[in-house]
């Protein structure tokens, strides 16, 4: 089995609002040196280019457009549905031949504030985005493992985030909390405690770039919230059963900074984020429940970092309390404005520093334990699985005609439900 444990298969008019503008603009402002006149005109182009694919109907786009560059992701992000940013990943990543991709898309929910009263009549962007994302679901059977999106600022969080868990599909809960909140905000221990008992995979934004409020709530996804605190009182200390993957490794440029001499440092010496994700991943009271991901890692690609970039992989992945706990993904669509997702692929493959064997561990066996295949065994699959088995049985007079179903979901669909494990009810 290859997974993409980290991409996005919504597009811009999934999840752009006015706190979407809000947060665009403090990172043109703030990060990119725009003035505020600047950014406006900058929204309003990304604006001007949404409605102009709005109404398009196109199948998809050629394949001579891929390209790595901010033209390219701003011309994926902006299709007019999701249905064509996932068809442009899958397309890309299926050249390769082989086995069928598994995807883990990640959903976004970007609120800075809670919703105002009253509760709409009529269902919200959320619930679209929701509906949309499932739709890839039948369109790809068995290939889609979405996580939902948590966000406290939404009403109801709670409950929407447990039903969509048992009875919608998805198998993992998303977590971005530099977007504005705290993972001590109200509602948010009942996520974790019901993620923790139901064998539930969460994933935190771990960098300090991405979509954030602002420069301080970027401190809101320091790996130092989870565990080896003084006080033992991390959440992985608090729900003994949690997993948690930290998006980005703490940030690639961890990997990069050089010594005096010029060498590379040793990313566990560093005193980042990236070392303070090793050294949770190190400790026996977490073994096999903190894992990473190095989607968007551009110093991955052909360039003067990159042997320092993967030379640096490679030691870890060497190391034994770190070797079963790092994934591959991509970030697509947001990968777009540097690679296209199969040069990001080569990009890990082609350069012969990191062994093949640590790579195999990081498409193939390391999601496989952190989704809840464990060693692909239907036996040994976790509640959330099922779910998504369940949801696909409910839902199989929708998969896409012409579409294979892939072999794992084929098998898993034939064990009887006795020998099945679901979520409890929300």
């Given amino acids: 089995m290859r997974f993409n444990t980290h991409c996005h298969v919504f597009n811009l008019q999934s999840v752009f609002n006015q706190d979407t503008v809000f947060i665009l ?16 005109l900058a929204i309003g182009f990304i ?40 068809k ?10 082989g086995d069928p991709f598994i995807f883990v898309p990640l959903m976004m929910d970007i609120l800075c504030q809670p919703q105002p009263d009253p509760v709409p ?7 679209r985005q929701v509906q949309d994302t499932q739709r890839q679901m039948v369109n790809y059977p068995g290939r889609m493992l979405p996580f939902y999106a948590v966000n406290p600022n939404r009403r109801n969080f709670v ?7 048992c009875r919608g599909g998805f198998v993992g809960v998303k977590l971005y909390p530099s977007l504005g909140y705290s993972l001590t905000d109200a509602g948010m221990s009942d996520v974790m405690q019901y993620c923790n008992d139901n064998e539930i995979p969460m994933l935190m934004h771990c960098n300090q770039g991405g979509f954030k409020k602002d420069n301080v709530t970027a401190d809101n996804c ?27 490794f703490g940030g690639s440029e961890n990997f990069v900074q050089k010594q005096p001499n010029g060498s590379f440092q040793d990313v566990f010496q560093s005193g980042s984020w990236s070392s303070l994700i090793l050294a949770l991943m190190g400790s026996q009271g977490y073994r096999d429940r903190v894992f990473a991901d190095v989607s968007f890692h551009e110093d991955s690609l052909p360039g003067p970092l990159a042997s320092g970039y993967l030379g640096n992989l490679a030691t870890i992945i060497a190391r034994e309390e ?10 697509t669509w947001l990968l ?15 350069q012969y520093i990191l062994p093949i064997e640590h790579f195999h561990l990081m498409w193939d066996a390391n999601p496989r334990k952190f989704l809840g295949f464990g060693d692909g065994n239907p036996a040994r699959y976790t509640p959330n699985i099922w779910a998504h088995v369940r949801y696909m049985e409910e839902n199989r007079a929708r998969f896409a005609s012409g579409q294979d179903i892939h072999p794992w979901l084929e098998a898993a669909m034939a064990v009887p439900e006795k020998d099945r494990r679901y979520p409890a009810a929300p």
């Fill in 322 to 331: 770190c070797r079963g706990q790092v994934l591959w993904g991509s970030d």
């Fill in 336 to 350: 777009r404005m540097v690679s296209t997702e199969i040069d990001y692929w080569h990009g890990f493959t082609g």
């Fill in 121 to 127: 009549a009529r269902p919200d962007q959320l619930d």
């Fill in 222 to 248: 320091s790996p130092k919230l989870w565990g080896l605190v003084d006080d033992g009182d991390g959440f992985l200390d608090t729900f003994p059963k949690l997993k948690i993957c930290f998006a980005h």
């Fill in 47 to 86: 604006k001007a280019v949404m409605v102009h694919h709005s109404g398009s109907d196109t199948q998809g786009l050629p394949r001579g457009w891929r390209h790595g560059d901010a033209w390219s992701a701003l011309e994926l992000g902006t299709l007019s549905n999701m249905d064509l940013v996932a």
């Fill in 88 to 97: 442009d990943m899958v397309e890309q990543l299926d050249e390769e031949g």
């Fill in 25 to 40: 603009k403090n990172r043109l402002i703030q990060d990119h040196g725009l003035s505020r006149g600047g950014a406006e």
């Fill in 159 to 165: 409950e929407r985030t447990k039903q969509c868990l």
